[in-house]
């Protein structure tokens, strides 16, 4: 089956007890139980429900994994995966990574005595200097946040497989219509949820897919343990939303490139970030790797009261943090998504305070780009 199809067959559809087209909304904390001697495959929600096993078994089938976790964010997907790592391990992280897991890993799991330095992935050799004899994993994003900047998977993966690494991918921007991580050989891919896979801007959720049982078994042991499974309710939206996956994101992609490649002309723009451009450094690995650039890229204007300008003067976009809704979305990465990223460090990742980044949803191009054009003056 191609993804499409996956998309809407790929996990349990049909509701064995009514022949319902979807997978009910098991609002239930317990289940009955009628042996003392051995428990029924469910017996306490926080450790299984079948509204989430619906959602984790389509992202695992879209992701090529053979097991799928869902959890109450990106974040604590993010941060699950992270405990299998011990006091003593240390972790190579690509520098522009999310400030959520920028600041667990430089706050919480630091204290924890799980290290982590940051560099620049798209270079290789800099990935490979890092490590370590104590170093554990690598920990990576492509399409990085805000500055879309790509690193090789393949690459990194014959790094990590020669120093006996886990390599976990945050795939969030791309999701697995256009990206698959497993198949390049990473280990751990994660997810927001809460951004395109869901795409209607109304629900947290987040997601760990593996390839390999043993290594799923470890993550689910600490998902129960410490509790950090997705809703019932949660759960059967996102299955909603992910039906439409392929057709939301091939517009906003669509729409994307109309509107990345017109900001390129615009006179207060001095440069544009998207890996969908021919002149972007990352253009051919991307292509390489990924089905498509995606529907989110970041700018630079000529002056902060610009930059201010636009984001306060835009109506169609939401002035907002996140991304990947079905409507359009303008954020200011310095004060919001890397806000938790001490200034100065902000500033030698190239995340200035005239940088914007948009996440383009699905209104007509034409409107967007009038719009955008009105609020720059
Ligand atoms: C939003 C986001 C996260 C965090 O996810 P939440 O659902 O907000 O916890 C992680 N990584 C990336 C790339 C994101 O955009």
Not at 197 to 205: F, K, Q
Not at 206 to 234: E, S
Not at 300 to 322: P, Q
Request: charge should be negative; aromatic fraction near 8%; hydrophobic fraction near 40%.
């Amino acid at each position: 089956m191609k993804l499409a199809t996956r998309m809407i067959h790929g996990g349990p559809t049909i509701d064995p007890q009514t022949g319902a087209l979807g997978v009910p909304i098991y609002q239930i904390s317990t289940y009955r139980q009628t042996s003392v001697d051995h428990f029924g495959k469910y017996d306490y929600a926080r450790g299984d429900n079948p509204t989430r096993e619906a959602l984790e078994e389509t992202i695992a089938v879209l992701e090529g994994g053979s097991r799928c976790l869902a959890f109450s964010s990106g974040m604590a997907a993010i941060s699950t995966s992270l405990l299998i790592f011990s006091p003593g391990d240390h972790l190579v992280v690509c520098d522009d990574v999310y400030g959520g897991a920028y600041r667990v890993l430089s706050t919480i799991f630091s204290r924890l005595g799980i290290t982590s330095t940051f560099v620049d992935a798209t270079d290789l050799t800099a990935i490979e200097a890092a490590i370590r004899p104590e170093t554990k994993g690598i920990y990576l994003e492509t399409p990085s946040n805000p500055l879309l900047k790509i690193t090789d998977l393949r690459g990194a993966v014959a790094i990590a497989r020669r120093h006996g690494l886990i390599t976990l991918v945050d795939n969030t921007f791309m999701t697995p219509y256009l990206q698959r991580p497993l198949e390049l050989g990473c280990d751990i891919v994660l997810h927001s949820g809460t951004k395109f896979l869901n795409g209607h801007s109304d629900v947290i959720c987040g997601f760990a897919v593996v390839k390999d049982a043993g290594l799923g078994q470890r993550i689910r042991y600490i998902q129960n343990a410490f509790g950090t499974g997705l809703g019932p309710q949660d759960s059967f939206l996102t299955l909603r939303g992910i039906k439409t996956l392929k057709v939301r994101m091939d517009q906003s992609q669509q729409n994307t490139m109309r509107i990345a490649t017109w900001l390129k002309e615009h006179k207060r723009v001095t440069a544009v970030h998207y890996p969908g451009l021919a002149d972007h450094p990352g253009y051919t690995i991307h292509a390489g790797q990924a089905d498509g650039p995606g529907a989110v890229f970041s700018f630079e204007l000529d002056s902060f009261e610009a930059t201010k300008r636009l984001l306060e003067g835009t109506k169609l976009a939401a002035f907002a943090v996140s991304l990947g809704g079905v409507e359009s979305i303008i954020s200011y990465p310095a004060r919001m998504s890397h806000a938790s990223v001490p200034a100065e460090e902000r500033q030698r990742k190239g995340i200035t305070d005239s940088l914007v980044r948009l996440s383009v949803g699905l209104e007509d191009p034409d409107d967007l780009i009038a719009d955008l054009d009105q609020a720059m003056g």
